[in-house]
């Protein structure tokens, strides 16, 4: 009988290395094979540059390159094409690792990966490590409090257009705004009108939480026009002691 290597699932934080949960550092110091998903734009990986310490000598690194796009049809070939790479290396009996910023279940393209796994390779064994989110990571930044008591915590993808937002925003009691670099204009038009609804509304914008080049803004129009991929927004409520 055919014996399958355990894929693991390592969520590896947002950015800094010391943000590695112990149980990520004891899997990848383990594995055979190294999966480091990237954009296909891209020659290099910042979750594999936040793992590298942690890697065995001999470990075996595999790129898996995934388009920047929004077309469906070009995101799934891509999918599959990966999928069946990390298949191929499962049946040869080695354990793997797919590693992903943040943890491995929140806007991840680890998602895509197991869920593909448990429909088209059953009997490949799955592990998930979750990791420190992006916005947890930012939050303690800035100490701001996400929610207490009864409020409610809602993430939103900043790639929703403005009417969506607006929805959203409409419902929630704290909100972390992901991704929000591509439609910052519509966020910030959209969080000026939250505000004038609820006074108590702050706002505080991050880029690159734990990397080089890290920005924080608590004044939305301080932050960069076009700050890229890895930025954030936390619209919370003010709290009595503020």
Known sequence: MQKYGTLYGIGVGPGDPDLL???AVKILSGIDVLFAPS????????????????????????????????EEATLQKARAENVRKIASVL???????CITLGDPLIF??????????????????????PGITSFQAAAAKTAT?????????????GIKDKTALDQDLSL???????????????????????????ARLQTVFISRVGLEHEIICRNLDEAPEKPGYLSLILATKKRASE
Not at 59 to 67: D, I, Q, T, W
Not at 91 to 97: I, K, L, T, V, Y
Not at 172 to 198: P, Q
């Open 172 to 198: 929630a009691d704290n909100a972390v705004i992901l991704k929000a670099g591509g439609r910052l204009a519509d966020i910030k038009a959209s969080l000026n009108e939250a505000r004038e609804k609820n």
């Open 21 to 23: 949960t112990l149980r």
């Open 145 to 157: 409090i996400l929610c207490e008591k009864h409020e409610n915590l809602l993430i939103i993808p």
């Open 91 to 97: 049946e040869q009996g080695w354990n793997a690792a």
């Open 108 to 129: 991840s393209t680890f998602g895509y990966i197991s869920t593909a796994l448990a429909q088209n390779f059953p009997q490949i064994k799955m592990e998930i490590v």
């Open 39 to 70: 954009s296909s734009k891209n020659s290099y990986s910042i979750a594999l540059n936040i793992v590298a310490g942690h890697l065995p000598k001999d470990v075996r690194v595999m790129r898996l390159s995934f388009p920047m796009s929004r």
